[in-house]
C-alpha cells in the first residue's frame, strides 16, 4: 500500500513537470507572435512587453531544473523515468533559448521602429517564417507530450523548409542592399529577426530529436539521413 501511494505520488510529480515545461513552452509561442506583431504593425510597447516576458521564461528555466533535480536527488528514478527527467532538463534549455531569440528581435523591432517603414516587403515573409517557426514549437512539444515519434519526424523535416526560407530571403535583402545602399543598417536588422526565425526552428528540432530519442532510445543528431528515418 505505501509503495502504491509512492508511486502515485511520483507519477504526480512528472505530471506537474510535463505541464510545466507545457506552460513554458506555451509562453515562448506567445513571444514569437507578439515580437514578430510589433515588427509588422510597429509597436514599440509590444516589443518592450516581448523583452520583458524574456525575465519570466528564464525564472521557469530555473524552477523547472531545481524540480528536475530535486526528483532526481528524492527519487532515484531509473529506466524511462530517469530518461524524461534529464531529457526535459535539455528541452527547458532550448526553449530558454527560444525566449532569448524572441526578446532579441524585440530589441531589433524597436529600434527599427525609431527609423523609417522598410519598402521590401517584409510584411509577407517574416510573418510566413515566424508561423513555421512557431508551428514547430508547437508541434515538438505536442510530440512530447503525446509520445508520437511521427510528428517528432515532421518537426526534422520542416527545419529544412525553414533554411531554405531563410536562404532565399537573405538573397533577397542582399540585393535590395545593393540596390539601395542607404538602407543597408535597417535591412542588417531585418536579416537578423529572419536567423533569428531560423534559430528558433532549429531549437525547436532539437526538441524533437530529444523526443525521438526519449521514446526510442534513438540519437538521430547530426544523422545525415534524418530527414528519412528519424521516427521509424
Not at 504593425?41 to 528564464?58: C, F, G, M, P
Not at 529506466?79 to 533559448?97: C, H, M, S, Y
Request: overall charge negative.
Amino acid at each position: 500500500m505505501e509503495q502504491k501511494h509512492i508511486s502515485s505520488a511520483f507519477d504526480n510529480e512528472l505530471s506537474d513537470l510535463r505541464e510545466k515545461i507545457l506552460a513554458m513552452g506555451g509562453k515562448v509561442e506567445r513571444m514569437i507572435a507578439s515580437s514578430i506583431k510589433s515588427l509588422v504593425e510597429r509597436d514599440t510597447s509590444l516589443a518592450e512587453l516581448t523583452i520583458a516576458k524574456d525575465h519570466e521564461v528564464n525564472a521557469d528555466e530555473v524552477a523547472i531544473d531545481e524540480r528536475c533535480l530535486d526528483i532526481l536527488a528524492l527519487r532515484q528514478p531509473t529506466a524511462k523515468d530517469l530518461r524524461f527527467i534529464t531529457l526535459a532538463l535539455k528541452i527547458v534549455t532550448d526553449l530558454e533559448r527560444i525566449g532569448d531569440k524572441c526578446a532579441s528581435i524585440a530589441k531589433q523591432v524597436r529600434t527599427l521602429n525609431a527609423e523609417p517603414s522598410f519598402t521590401l516587403n517584409i510584411d509577407v515573409k517574416i510573418p510566413y517564417m515566424a508561423q513555421w517557426a512557431a508551428m514547430m514549437v508547437k508541434e515538438s512539444l505536442d510530440a512530447f507530450v503525446n509520445h508520437d515519434t511521427d510528428l517528432a519526424g515532421k518537426v526534422c523535416k520542416d527545419d529544412a523548409i525553414m533554411n531554405e526560407l531563410n536562404d532565399k530571403f537573405q538573397l533577397e535583402l542582399l540585393t535590395y542592399m545593393k540596390e539601395y545602399p542607404d538602407a543597408i543598417p535597417r535591412a542588417l536588422k531585418i536579416s537578423y529577426i529572419s536567423k533569428s526565425l531560423e534559430r528558433i526552428s532549429d531549437h525547436a528540432t532539437n526538441i524533437a530529436e530529444i523526443v525521438i530519442f526519449m521514446i526510442k532510445g534513438k540519437d538521430v543528431r547530426h544523422t545525415a539521413s534524418l530527414c528519412n528515418n528519424c521516427a521509424g
